[in-house]
């Protein structure tokens, strides 16, 4: 299973909404997590089955879709969310990762 | 307080082997799959292996089958990949992580919910002459 991530980058100033999106090759029902990732870091869990936010995350992240698409959204910006965003299909082995989404600040 | 940490990298050259582990704590580590999850430099995430918590069941990336394999000690609370035939391309920081939900049987379907949940900081492999 495929997963095609968009934008690879963008460039957002606090307290814009940002969205970024993942595309399934084949529906994979709810089961996608979003993860985030800072530079020398090990990648930190956001949301997982599409729209549950893991414990401790800012409700400002969310998460939305089913099947073959599906959305982050951080609905106001915030200085410590610049980092590069990963999605994640858990349907089926092998697992696949979205390529990625680097938010820079503009 | 959990902590998962791996060890073991280092380099080494095209051909060779190395074997990375995972030492995990603060929880209840027989009950958790566990997974091993690489990233190249400057490059994206990439799944590796997963390893239920009764090893019954293992799963590969098609890019390391056949040379990698993973394993695991409940007793030691400890996760390893064994890595032979090692290829420039396989370099890069490799993280452990342990995960709610398993993948099993001949399709690989996962049982939810399925999370990368607790990771380790991360060990770098470079496979280089």
């Known amino acids: ?106 | 307080e959990v902590q998962v940490v791996e060890s073991g990298g280092g380099l080494v050259k095209p051909g060779g082997s190395l074997r990375l582990s995972c030492a995990a704590s603060g929880i209840p580590f027989s009950t958790y799959a566990m997974n091993w999850v690489r990233q190249a430099p400057g490059k994206g995430l990439e799944w590796v292996s997963s390893i239920s918590s009764s090893s019954s069941y293992v799963y590969y990336a098609d890019s390391v089958r056949g040379r990698f394999t993973i394993s695991r000690d409940n007793a030691k609370n400890s996760l390893d990949l064994q890595m032979d035939s090692l290829r420039a391309e396989d370099s890069g920081t490799y993280y452990c992580a342990s995960s709610i939900g398993y993948c099993s049987g001949s399709t690989a379907t996962c049982y939810q919910p399925f999370y990368f949940d607790y990771w380790g900081q991360g060990t770098l492999v470079t496979v280089s002459s």
């Not at chain 1, 299973?1 to 529906?27: E, N």
């Not at chain 1, 997982?48 to 609905?75: D, E, K």
């Open chain 1, 1 to 106: 299973i495929q997963m095609t991530q968009s934008p690879p980058s963008l460039s957002a100033s606090v307290g814009d909404r940002v969205t970024i999106t993942c595309r399934a090759s084949q529906s994979i029902n709810t089961y996608v997590n979003w993860y985030q990732q800072k530079p020398g870091k090990a990648p930190k869990l956001l949301i997982y089955t599409a729209s549950n936010l893991q414990s401790g995350v800012p409700s400002r992240f969310s998460g939305s879709g089913s099947a073959t698409y599906f959305t982050l959204t951080i609905s106001s910006l915030q200085p410590e969310d610049f980092a590069t965003y990963y999605c994640l299909q858990t349907y089926s082995a092998p697992l696949t990762f979205g390529g990625g989404t680097k938010v820079e600040i503009k």
